[in-house]
């Protein structure tokens, strides 16, 4: 069979969610733009992508999202003063994460019908071609990033094979999340059986679920194009992955690396603190003031 021989150059982040579950704080500011040590998540997604070759970034935004566009052009007031301060280091840094010109596309999910919706109002700026799919709630932590993960295992896999992120939850939180069935394994990867939306625990196929990192192939978007609302009215991703996967492969890759949802307020904090603690500039000093603190909370 033809190995997976088509780059995948484009990646598309869905950044229209209202991110309700962390009012006040995002009344007035997007969710993606929440910092996890020094860095707006969108921003540690983007890199994830980035370093894996991605070269085109493309993001479907809604209403109060503009910020995401400025956080990724240039802001020739504040580099000034940079300039003029001699802060180089801060200069270096915000050109470091300046994406190419042109390398951005922005278009708008006009209302909040699901993720599938949102990856189907990116068809035009998609093309056909095969894609990344990165959801921004999600962080994942690890020397390799789970992207470049999935493109290496891709590498082994056909060249219509759709390859999607998975990891094991405990049971009884398999509800919250897109649920696969396991079957034979293929390299790294195992061939996905079935696939289900927010099923209730006993009609799970499995404990491992979609972690939102996914490579996909164009057909998706002509499915998308009628794909009917399933789980909470909404045009879900999953139920027109199950449709694509009748007549293409669909691949689990369990990536190595902590993962972090970030949609979570518990998972937002333990992400800042492990972050943080993988800076060398803050770890030392951060570490202990984490000493002191769970020091006092158990009396000591
Ligand atoms: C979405 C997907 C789901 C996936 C999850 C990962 O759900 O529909 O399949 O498991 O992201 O975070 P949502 O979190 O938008 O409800």
Known sequence: MEKMKQRVRKAVFPVAGLGTRFLPATKAMPKEMLPVVDRPLIQHVVDEAREAGIEHFIFVTGRN??????????????????LERQKHEALEFMSQDLPIPGSTSFTRQQEPLGLGHAVWCARELIGREPFALLLPDVLVQHSRGCLAQMLDAARELDEKANVVAVEEVPRERVDQYGVVGVGARKGKTFAITSMVEKPSVDRAPSNLILTGRYILQPEILDILQTQERGAGGEIQLTDAMIQLSRTQGFYGLQFEGRSFDCGSKIGFLTANVSYALERKDIAPGFRAEIKKILGELNGG
């Open 65 to 82: 999202k503009g910020v995401i566009e400025d956080h990724f052009d240039r802001q020739f007031e504040l580099e000034m003063t940079l």
